[in-house]
């Protein structure tokens, strides 16, 4: 439950940090999270398909 609210405090933080910054601010970041998120998620699908199965000993 405390993350929960923990959690929500962040999220309002941020949004009102987001309503006061210029909307090219806003976007530009926004688009530099989505990249950054797309490379992240591309290496880890790029890493699970090469990884060489391990066998227990």
Same mark, same amino acid.
């Given at each position: 439950?405390? $993350?929960? #609210?923990a959690?929500l405090?962040?999220l309002?933080v941020? !949004? /009102?940090?987001? @309503?006061?910054?210029?909307l090219? $601010?806003? #976007? ?8 950054? !998120? /797309?490379?992240? @998620?591309?290496?880890?699908?790029h890493?699970?398909r090469h990884?060489t199965p391990t066998?227990?000993?």
């Amino acid at each position: 439950m405390l $993350f929960l #609210v923990a959690a929500l405090l962040l999220l309002g933080v941020v !949004l /009102g940090t987001v @309503a006061h910054a210029p909307l090219t $601010f806003s #976007v530009a970041v926004g688009a530099a999270i989505a990249v950054w !998120l /797309g490379l992240f @998620a591309l290496r880890e699908r790029h890493g699970r398909r090469h990884r060489t199965p391990t066998t227990g000993s």
